[in-house]
């Protein structure tokens, strides 16, 4: 018995991420634990975790960022070593990730074009990590513009998923003491720096500083379009077990 094979590196099923392209919403993990104090004009210094990242402009793009948004909470931007709090920040990505989806086939069904079959459309069970989920015979976005499979030989489709992460803890200058310690993490298919972490950025000043231990999931819609208003970020708490 014989296995059709596609690797899709850029096509995914959407259930399956966490976050997409430019035009999907942004899902990101956030944990956060924190004793900050009220914002009452404290001074900050953005620097690397890494100090071979301290120079360099890319570094430099984000911290702006997470300055600008600390900014608009009430603290002030300071120079190193006279600023009352230390902000380190650390983020990066993995080198990727196959997912394998299995789709068993249980009968035949064909057809053209990507919206249904015109003849034997039996529905067809998807196996994703050992879970099955019932579907038509075509899967959107497969490209599959004719198919016909008179055994049911099970079909087995891979792409490649990254996972991205933003670290950022905050101390006290005067004494070295932590107020407040930050992780936010996505999976995507994308891997592009610049565009992942403004959103991880986003995701962590969401709702900041957040309850002291709280696990959450942050979703940041897509940017709109055709002069629609900018929709504002979702918290969900996590549950474990």
């Given at each position: 018995m014989s296995l059709r094979r596609k690797v899709l590196?850029?096509?995914?099923?959407?259930?399956?991420?966490?976050?997409?392209?430019?035009?999907?919403?942004?899902?990101?993990n956030v944990s956060r634990f924190q004793m900050m104090p009220p914002p009452e004009g404290q001074t900050f210094f953005v620097q690397a975790s890494d100090p071979r990242l301290q120079g360099g402009?890319?570094?430099?793009?984000?911290?702006?960022?997470?300055?600008?948004?600390?900014?608009a909470l009430g603290y002030r931007p300071g120079e190193p070593g006279h600023?009352?709090?230390?902000?380190?920040?650390?983020?990066g990505v993995d080198n990727?990730?196959?997912?394998?989806?299995?789709?068993?086939?249980?009968?035949p069904a064909w057809g053209w074009g990507h919206?249904?079959?015109?003849?034997?459309?039996?529905?067809r069970p998807i196996r994703v990590h050992g879970r099955i989920a019932y579907g038509r015979g075509f899967y959107y976005g497969w490209d599959d513009p004719f198919w016909y499979d008179p055994f049911?030989?099970?079909?087995?489709?891979?792409?490649?998923?990254?996972?991205?992460?933003?670290d950022m803890k905050i101390r006290r200058a005067s004494d070295g003491q932590t107020l407040f310690e930050g992780k936010a993490s996505a999976r995507s298919t994308d891997q592009s720096l610049p565009h992942i972490v403004p959103n991880l950025v986003e995701a962590m000043f969401t709702g900041f500083p957040g309850r002291s231990g709280e696990d959450v999931r942050i979703t940041i819609p897509?940017?709109?379009?055709n002069g629609q208003a900018p929709q504002a970020p979702t918290i969900q708490e996590r549950h474990h077990g």
């Amino acid at each position: 018995m014989s296995l059709r094979r596609k690797v899709l590196t850029f096509v995914a099923p959407a259930a399956l991420l966490l976050a997409g392209g430019c035009a999907e919403s942004f899902k990101a993990n956030v944990s956060r634990f924190q004793m900050m104090p009220p914002p009452e004009g404290q001074t900050f210094f953005v620097q690397a975790s890494d100090p071979r990242l301290q120079g360099g402009i890319e570094f430099q793009t984000y911290a702006q960022q997470v300055a600008s948004r600390l900014t608009a909470l009430g603290y002030r931007p300071g120079e190193p070593g006279h600023a009352s709090l230390v902000v380190s920040m650390d983020y990066g990505v993995d080198n990727g990730h196959t997912e394998v989806v299995t789709t068993p086939g249980i009968g035949p069904a064909w057809g053209w074009g990507h919206y249904g079959a015109w003849g034997g459309g039996y529905r067809r069970p998807i196996r994703v990590h050992g879970r099955i989920a019932y579907g038509r015979g075509f899967y959107y976005g497969w490209d599959d513009p004719f198919w016909y499979d008179p055994f049911g030989y099970p079909e087995i489709n891979s792409y490649t998923f990254f996972i991205s992460h933003l670290d950022m803890k905050i101390r006290r200058a005067s004494d070295g003491q932590t107020l407040f310690e930050g992780k936010a993490s996505a999976r995507s298919t994308d891997q592009s720096l610049p565009h992942i972490v403004p959103n991880l950025v986003e995701a962590m000043f969401t709702g900041f500083p957040g309850r002291s231990g709280e696990d959450v999931r942050i979703t940041i819609p897509p940017p709109p379009k055709n002069g629609q208003a900018p929709q504002a970020p979702t918290i969900q708490e996590r549950h474990h077990g």
